[in-house]
């Protein structure tokens, strides 16, 4: 199918069912909307090449980037669900992330430390990464004035 028809399909749905095109926009480079930034659900990127998020993003549900070619996730980024980002080539986590559920970093080999002010509201999974290397206090410490809920899995 064409691009163009695509897109206006898209917008058709966007306008008629006030839906997001979110990962249309993303992966296309078009602008985003306040609101295109608010997804009330879950959001579903994983396996896609997609690189980095838009800053001010906010996820009511699950973000699944698994898999994805994702390197960094902005600013403010706030997971009300879990966060997979299990096998990407994610190097950092940004300050402040707020995540209330699980957090997945299994398999991510590329991050080495965890930021100050993370919020993990359930487990935090960090099996096959450079993370393992530190005990559960330590890490805990780390992310300090944030807070690990649930259970660290190695």
Known sequence: ???ETLKKILDFLKRKEN???FKWELLND???TEGDLNIKGDLN???SEIRTLPKGLKVWGNLDLYHSEITSLPEGLKVGGSLDLYSTKIKSLPEGLKVGENL???NCKSLTSL???L???GDLDIVYTKLEKYTDEKLRE???PGFIQGKINR
């Open 104 to 106: 997945d970093l299994t």
């Open 1 to 3: 199918m064409e691009e």
């Open 119 to 121: 919020k993990v509201g």
């Open 19 to 21: 839906k997001s095109s």
């Open 142 to 144: 780390m992310v300090k």
């Open 45 to 47: 990127l994983n396996r």
């Open 30 to 32: 078009e602008p985003f």
């Open 115 to 117: 930021p100050e002010g």
